[in-house]
Nanobody, 123 residues
């Protein structure tokens, strides 16, 4: 069993930066693939970034070059550094974990989810 708790969201202006954290419990964390998804009002969950157990990363085109995902296995934590934020980045950001070693682009591949943290970017 893995439990995920996100933090770091908030209200910022366009162009600002935020760093989200996802603290995970469970001994399987080092071998688990992790990801960040986001969900805007009235929309489904959208893949943002993923990181494999080997720290290989993948990004949605809309955030590539602006966001960076990383993990610290010693702290059982995954981070999402978000730079040059835009109003269209406004959403609830959710951390996800899956039992397999490689991250996937679709939400149904993930076994565990956090409750999310709100990110609001004003123009």
């Amino acid at each position: 069993q893995v439990q995920l708790v996100e933090s770091g969201g908030g209200l910022v202006q366009a162009g600002d930066s935020l760093r989200l954290s996802c603290a995970a419990s469970g001994r399987t964390f080092p071998s688990a693939a992790m990801a960040w998804f986001r969900q805007a009002p009235g929309q489904g969950r959208e893949f943002v970034a993923g990181i494999d157990w080997s720290s290989t990363t993948s990004y949605a085109l809309s955030v590539k070059g602006r966001f960076t995902i990383s993990r610290d296995n010693a702290k059982n934590t995954v981070y999402l550094q978000m730079n040059s934020l835009k109003p269209e980045d406004t959403a609830i950001y959710l951390c996800a974990a899956r039992s397999g070693p490689r991250s996937k682009l679709v939400d149904y591949e993930y076994d565990y989810w956090g409750q999310g943290t709100q990110v609001t970017v004003s123009s």
